[in-house]
């Protein structure tokens, strides 16, 4: 009886496998036509910003809006690269605050992670909850005490206190990246460095960030991406035009026009430029963010 229980079993799976093998191959070459429509609804913003950075003046202008330009014209890059004090000066103000705001979350977050993941700090629960707190005050409500505090110490118009703001907005979702990925090193490695006469700083850096790598590199590309794109920070701490940042430069500039309209074309040729870093430091680093990501989220 069982002897033949197992034929009847053996020869229904072998007269259902095929179906069950064509079933999930089209399931594969459906959800593969998903994801490439779904990338292409994504990318189609960017792709027409470019193609707008590209055209006349008058067919950035046209309405209705032509898609394809009909005529290639880098008239627009050309002024923006011109533009009041020049673009490069824009640019690199928003370049080295974000580079200062990569420094300034790794060398506070990556110690308060490995405190609040190794050390017996008393109520240590507690205080991690009450850094995570700070994520639901908005932002916008702390830049007019915060800039009457830096207008008394002189760090407005400055590039180092843009970078403070924006490390202060980014501290508390780089502790929680940070914490959660030390505490998923095991503590085996730890001890063993400790039995052969390691102490806490050299814990920390011989074998702790050696493991944190992916981490680190999720915390400082998430810092360069807001402070690169931040806009309402740098409007309300910069004042001087050569202090601007590249998104305070894109705004000003989408209204130089002769009757007060929006250059489109400036404007998307600042949009496709400002893209740029993002884009590459992202492709470049995919595969360590992705793996920082998952690693500081799931113990």
Not at 251 to 266: I, N
Request: proline fraction near 6%; glycine fraction near 6%.
């Amino acid at each position: 009886m069982t002897a033949e229980l197992s034929t009847t079993l053996r020869s229904s799976y072998a007269s259902s496998a095929p179906g069950t093998a064509f079933f999930s191959g089209r399931v594969k070459y459906l959800l593969g036509a998903l994801m490439i429509l779904i990338a292409v609804i994504m990318l189609m913003p960017l792709v027409a910003s470019v193609f707008a950075s590209v055209k006349t003046p008058e067919e950035a202008a046209a309405v209705p809006p032509t898609f394809i330009p009909g005529a290639l014209s880098f008239d627009s890059y050309i002024k923006l690269w011109s533009y009041q004090a020049g673009l490069m000066v824009y640019a690199g103000n928003s370049f080295v605050t974000a580079v200062l705001t990569i420094m300034f979350s790794l060398l506070l977050t990556v110690p308060a992670g490995f405190a609040l993941a190794r050390f017996p700090i008393p109520a240590k629960e507690g205080l991690f909850v009450f850094l995570l707190m700070a994520l639901i005050i908005p932002y916008q409500a702390l830049l007019t005490p915060v800039f009457l505090m830096f207008a008394q110490f002189k760090l407005t118009n400055s590039v180092i206190g843009l970078a403070i703001i924006h490390t202060a907005v980014h501290i508390p979702f780089s502790v929680y990246i940070m914490r959660n990925s030390f505490e998923a090193i095991p503590k085996e490695l730890e001890e063993a460095a400790m039995i052969d006469g390691a102490n806490s700083f050299q814990v920390l850096m011989r074998v702790c960030l050696p493991s944190v790598v992916p981490a680190m590199v999720t915390v400082a590309l998430f810092a360069f991406i807001n402070s690169w794109n931040e806009f309402l920070g740098a409007l309300v701490m910069m004042s001087k035009q050569d202090s601007f940042t590249l998104p305070l430069i894109l705004a000003a500039a989408r209204t130089e026009t002769s009757l007060g309209g929006t250059d489109w074309g400036l404007l998307q040729a600042g949009v496709t430029i400002s893209v740029i870093p993002c884009v590459a430091i992202y492709l470049l680093l995919q595969k360590y963010y992705v793996s920082g990501l998952l690693n500081g989220a799931v113990k």
